[in-house]
């Protein structure tokens, strides 16, 4: 695992980041975002060689005053390198003290995929 390279990975995340629309309509971002956020550094990221990249950014919980980290996107075209792509980036996470990782997602079942649990519901009233 390293830290994103924008000008070496940008291809890379980008057929990432489509393959992550093609399986979603709802989703009301395009890839050039993903590379205006990193660029500014809004969030950062990690590749995993040979294996795919996550998308993150930090965030505090306003009540706890904890940190965490929200996943923006995490995509994988080899399953079994993600998994351990992915313990690697929780240990990592618990080794800089962050309390919890979050992310929001289109699709359901997570909670079948490295416990993750549903702590709450997004409700949306077009306007």
Sequence with gaps: MRS???????EFIRKGLEQIQAKSAALDWIPEDYYMLLKQRVMDGYIWEGTGFIL???VDNPYTLERGIFVMAAWSHNTKGSRQAWSDFVQQAQGCAYKFIEM???R???E???DW??????YRKEL
């Design 104 to 106: 929001d997602s289109t």
């Design 108 to 110: 359901y079942g997570w």
């Design 4 to 10: 994103v390279n924008l000008r070496q990975d940008w």
């Design 112 to 114: 079948r995929h490295s």
């Design 56 to 58: 993150f950014r930090e």
């Design 117 to 122: 649990r549903p702590v709450r519901t997004v």
